[in-house]
């Protein structure tokens, strides 16, 4: 029986991986590692050692790889999944692309990642349903790595599962059943094309500028390093045409992906749509822009407040400095580095409440910083506190206008909305924070406050059991933020305290 491998070949294994195929391998998967890599390397007759060597120089079929992706991915999907998503396609996103350039060549659409062919499948019944006179102008393009998921996606036949969200009628429809197996309609089929590709590897050739009018990569990147997400979504910004759509996974943003696209949200789902601009030579390579989402960097420990400020200008620091992996070149008439805005004299204020303080230290920085998007996410939450939700709100817009992405002045804009007594806009905004940033408390909390409010005892019941784990969870700087002059035992407090009203314990 081949040995098991030891901790070196197992990372060896991992950075390969990473290099290979773009996957990220968590904690949980980590623990499978040394099982798949003994089996595998027996599968070559090998050892660890000599099987990875083969990995390394490209010697493995393409076959190998993409077996690792199988074992490694979840490919189980199923027709019309999240079908909140597909009501924005047909009732936005594919209406506006065919009234865009009428009698133009043809609508593109990509499925990446498409895996057994269920989603771009949907795509298509989609798009005879509700666009008959339309679907000879639309192109469906899906791609996948694994040539065993591809095969199964041009067979087009499917057990009942994979039809679990189908309503009976539509399956009528579109399928014809023999014993379990239920084969698409051929009308169906033949909009789809299916390519193999890898998307952690470059392809110039595929990844045309503003090839696809609309694209689906949904439940992918999450399995990404966080380096190949960024450069896959680079591709894939660079494909989408001005004005374009990108439909991602539920528990998937662009936040600290790319900053190409504005957020879109209707049909309770959440979207993309390209801006006009195409992705920037100058923006660093991970998509952001300097001073952008502060917020982001852990502070680890429970720190004293003083040392809570401290962390908080620090990490500012870090984050508007500039990026190590893109060198600047060393000329005469090189434009100076722009040193970051000392922000602790503010943030002391801020930690005592004094808001028209903490407004006046802002008051006094460099030009050249009046407009990061830290600085006016401070002055943002400080104006707030203040009472000026007016003033509070313009900034939130200036900020987002540099920042879309922004989760703390959609959080921000939610308390302006309230204050203005439009609950609606504000529990929209709390939405879009809490999806932008998973981890975000305050959104959750404000949530459960105004459902509450407006009597929702079960949406109330939900958004506050969301935030309680996360409140114990924060980041202190956060907190120090976003709170309100509250610690978070406080909060914690409260949002116990509301969720004993709506009656759970």
């Given at each position: 029986?081949?040995?098991?491998?030891?901790?070196?070949?197992?990372?060896?294994?991992?950075?390969?991986?990473?290099?290979?195929?773009?996957?990220?391998?968590?904690?949980?998967?980590?623990?499978?590692?040394?099982?798949?890599?003994?089996?595998?390397?027996?599968?070559?007759?090998?050892?660890?050692?000599?099987?990875?060597?083969?990995?390394?120089?490209?010697?493995?079929?393409?076959?190998?790889?993409?077996?690792?992706?199988?074992?490694?991915?979840?490919?189980?999907?199923?027709?019309?999944?999240?079908?909140?998503?597909?009501?924005?396609?047909?009732?936005?996103?594919?209406?506006?692309?065919?009234?865009?350039?009428?009698?133009?060549?043809?609508?593109?659409?990509?499925?990446?990642?498409?895996?057994?062919?269920?989603?771009?499948?949907?795509?298509?019944?989609?798009?005879?349903?509700?666009?008959?006179?339309?679907?000879?102008?639309?192109?469906?393009?899906?791609?996948?790595?694994?040539?065993?998921?591809?095969?199964?996606?041009?067979?087009?036949?499917?057990?009942?599962?994979?039809?679990?969200?189908?309503?009976?009628?539509?399956?009528?429809?579109?399928?014809?059943?023999?014993?379990?197996?239920?084969?698409?309609?051929?009308?169906?089929?033949?909009?789809?094309?299916?390519?193999?590709?890898?998307?952690?590897?470059?392809?110039?050739?595929?990844?045309?500028?503003?090839?696809?009018?609309?694209?689906?990569?949904?439940?992918?990147?999450?399995?990404?390093?966080?380096?190949?997400?960024?450069?896959?979504?680079?591709?894939?910004?660079?494909?989408?045409?001005?004005?374009?759509?990108?439909?991602?996974?539920?528990?998937?943003?662009?936040?600290?992906?790319?900053?190409?696209?504005?957020?879109?949200?209707?049909?309770?789902?959440?979207?993309?749509?390209?801006?006009?601009?195409?992705?920037?030579?100058?923006?660093?390579?991970?998509?952001?822009?300097?001073?952008?989402?502060?917020?982001?960097?852990?502070?680890?420990?429970?720190?004293?407040?003083?040392?809570?400020?401290?962390?908080?200008?620090?990490?500012?620091?870090?984050?508007?400095?500039?990026?190590?992996?893109?060198?600047?070149?060393?000329?005469?008439?090189?434009?100076?580095?722009?040193?970051?805005?000392?922000?602790?004299?503010?943030?002391?204020?801020?930690?005592?409440?004094?808001?028209?303080?903490?407004?006046?230290?802002?008051?006094?920085?460099?030009?050249?910083?009046?407009?990061?998007?830290?600085?006016?996410?401070?002055?943002a939450v400080s104006l707030?506190?203040?009472?000026?939700s007016a003033a509070a709100?313009?900034?939130?817009?200036?900020?987002?206008?540099?920042?879309?992405?922004?989760?703390?002045?959609?959080y921000v804009l939610a308390?302006?909305?309230?204050?203005?007594?439009?609950?609606?806009?504000?529990?929209?905004?709390?939405?879009?924070?809490?999806?932008?940033?998973?981890?975000?408390?305050?959104?959750?909390?404000?949530?459960?406050?105004?459902?509450?409010?407006?009597?929702?005892?079960?949406?109330?019941?939900?958004?506050?059991?969301?935030?309680?784990?996360?409140?114990?969870?924060?980041?202190?700087?956060?907190?120090?933020?976003?709170?309100?002059?509250?610690?978070?035992?406080?909060?914690?407090?409260?949002?116990?305290?509301?969720?004993?009203?709506?009656?759970?314990?």
């Amino acid at each position: 029986m081949t040995p098991l491998p030891s901790s070196q070949e197992i990372l060896r294994f991992r950075l390969l991986i990473a290099q290979l195929l773009g996957l990220n391998i968590d904690e949980l998967r980590l623990s499978r590692m040394d099982e798949l890599l003994r089996r595998r390397a027996h599968a070559h007759h090998s050892d660890a050692t000599h099987y990875l060597d083969g990995l390394a120089a490209g010697q493995t079929q393409a076959g190998e790889l993409a077996l690792l992706t199988q074992e490694l991915t979840v490919t189980e999907t199923y027709f019309f999944r999240n079908p909140d998503q597909f009501a924005a396609l047909t009732d936005m996103a594919l209406p506006a692309r065919l009234q865009a350039f009428p009698g133009r060549r043809q609508v593109n659409i990509l499925s990446a990642g498409c895996a057994s062919g269920e989603e771009a499948y949907s795509i298509a019944i989609a798009l005879r349903e509700y666009f008959p006179h339309a679907a000879q102008h639309v192109t469906i393009t899906a791609i996948d790595f694994n040539p065993e998921m591809l095969e199964k996606a041009q067979r087009a036949q499917y057990s009942s599962w994979s039809l679990r969200d189908m309503a009976p009628a539509r399956q009528g429809r579109w399928f014809s059943n023999r014993g379990n197996s239920y084969t698409l309609a051929a009308e169906a089929r033949q909009m789809v094309k299916f390519e193999r590709r890898n998307l952690a590897l470059d392809d110039a050739e595929f990844w045309q500028e503003g090839r696809f009018d609309i694209v689906f990569c949904r439940n992918v990147l999450m399995y990404f390093t966080r380096d190949q997400a960024q450069a896959a979504m680079r591709r894939i910004a660079l494909s989408i045409a001005a004005d374009g759509y990108l439909f991602m996974g539920h528990a998937e943003t662009l936040r600290g992906l790319s900053n190409d696209f504005h957020l879109c949200h209707t049909h309770d789902t959440f979207y993309y749509q390209r801006k006009d601009a195409r992705p920037s030579d100058d923006a660093t390579p991970d998509g952001m822009r300097p001073g952008q989402h502060w917020q982001e960097v852990p502070v680890s420990g429970d720190t004293s407040w003083i040392a809570t400020i401290k962390a908080a200008s620090e990490r500012i620091r870090a984050i508007t400095a500039s990026p190590p992996e893109k060198a600047r070149p060393s000329t005469a008439n090189a434009a100076p580095v722009r040193s970051a805005p000392n922000l602790d004299p503010a943030m002391e204020y801020l930690h005592k409440e004094r808001f028209d303080r903490v407004l006046e230290q802002i008051g006094t920085l460099p030009e050249e910083h009046a407009r990061d998007t830290d600085v006016l996410l401070l002055k943002a939450v400080s104006l707030c506190h203040s009472g000026a939700s007016a003033a509070a709100e313009e900034t939130c817009q200036e900020l987002l206008g540099h920042d879309e992405l922004n989760a703390g002045a959609h959080y921000v804009l939610a308390l302006c909305k309230e204050s203005a007594g439009d609950i609606s806009a504000a529990m929209e905004q709390d939405q879009m924070a809490a999806y932008l940033d998973p981890g975000f408390a305050m959104p959750r909390l404000h949530m459960g406050l105004l459902s509450h409010r407006k009597g929702d005892q079960a949406a109330a019941a939900s958004a506050l059991a969301q935030a309680l784990p996360l409140l114990q969870q924060e980041d202190p700087s956060r907190i120090l933020l976003f709170g309100g002059g509250f610690k978070r035992e406080a909060l914690v407090a409260l949002c116990r305290a509301q969720l004993n009203a709506v009656g759970v314990r």
